[in-house]
């Protein structure tokens, strides 16, 4: 999932055009949500659906044409972007997204990664793999940090494209919101606007989904605006949430949707 709608969300118009001569392949979901078989699947997941329907009939195309770009014309120099990647923690996300760029899946290089911990397991793996560490946001435990005004700054001189969210339990400023529009993703590990909003992040979210009985869960990628977990949703994943589910098993399913 993870890689598929991270090239989505770099290259939408790229993959919007080129699945337009596949229109008929038959695997492109409909943009009017009609009742789920499962009647506990939001709407709003139903929608989303068509966001990433270049990505699904992509699975089914043997145009030659088509192929020949995602391998060739979209990794080559000119189609890769400068990534950012935010953690606050052990990286889990970000592990699996450098791993993605290396190996070709995500057309991409993450060039520096941004942490509020500089001990945490991210900033640790990113600097064993020479990856540039930027602290933010500043406080007085941390004199090291940033402000807002010149973390934008500093990504402005990495020549920065995409920042990607990775586990990272800050609120984004107002001025990097302003600065990257539509261009700053996150990773969620619910389906939202269900179990999203400030205090709704890590096994917090696992636990309140199964304290409230609810029958699915999933990971989402969405554009980030100045609040938390609100902006534009661009793909979901639906797993059940079992009977005997503990948090840490339900987050261990969701985070496999996000790197298979």
Request: net charge positive; glycine share 8%; proline share 5%.
């Amino acid at each position: 999932m993870e890689a598929k709608n991270l090239n989505f969300a770099l290259y939408p118009q790229k993959y919007h055009n080129l699945c337009s001569k596949f229109s008929s392949c038959g695997s492109f979901e409909s943009r009017k949500c009609s009742p789920c078989k499962t009647g506990m699947v939001s709407k709003i997941y139903c929608q989303r659906r068509a966001v990433v329907k270049a990505l699904v009939c992509r699975s089914k195309a043997e145009n030659s044409d088509f192929v020949g770009l995602d391998s060739g014309e979209l990794n080559n120099g000119s189609w890769r972007k400068k990534l950012a990647v935010f953690v606050s923690g052990g990286g889990s996300n970000f592990r699996a997204i450098h791993e993605a760029t290396e190996r070709g899946l995500i057309n991409g290089d993450v060039t520096v990664l941004v942490t509020d911990k500089p001990g945490c397991g991210g900033a640790l793996y990113a600097r064993e793999k020479g990856i540039p560490v930027i602290v933010f946001p500043w406080r007085s435990s941390v004199p090291e940090g940033l402000s807002a005004s010149d973390l934008v700054t500093s990504l402005r001189k990495y020549e920065i494209d995409f920042i990607l969210l990775a586990g990272y339990l800050k609120l984004i400023p107002v001025e990097l919101v302003q600065a990257y529009p539509k261009s700053i993703i996150n990773i969620h590990p619910s389906l939202l606007p269900a179990f999203g909003g400030k205090g709704y992040y890590g096994k917090k979210v696992h636990k309140a989904v199964i304290a409230s009985g609810a029958r699915y869960s999933g990971p989402t990628i969405h554009f980030v605006d100045e609040h938390y977990d609100t902006g534009r949703i661009l793909a979901q994943r639906v797993i059940p949430v079992m009977a005997n589910d503990s948090a840490e098993q339900l987050a261990a399913r969701v985070l496999h949707e996000v790197r298979t």
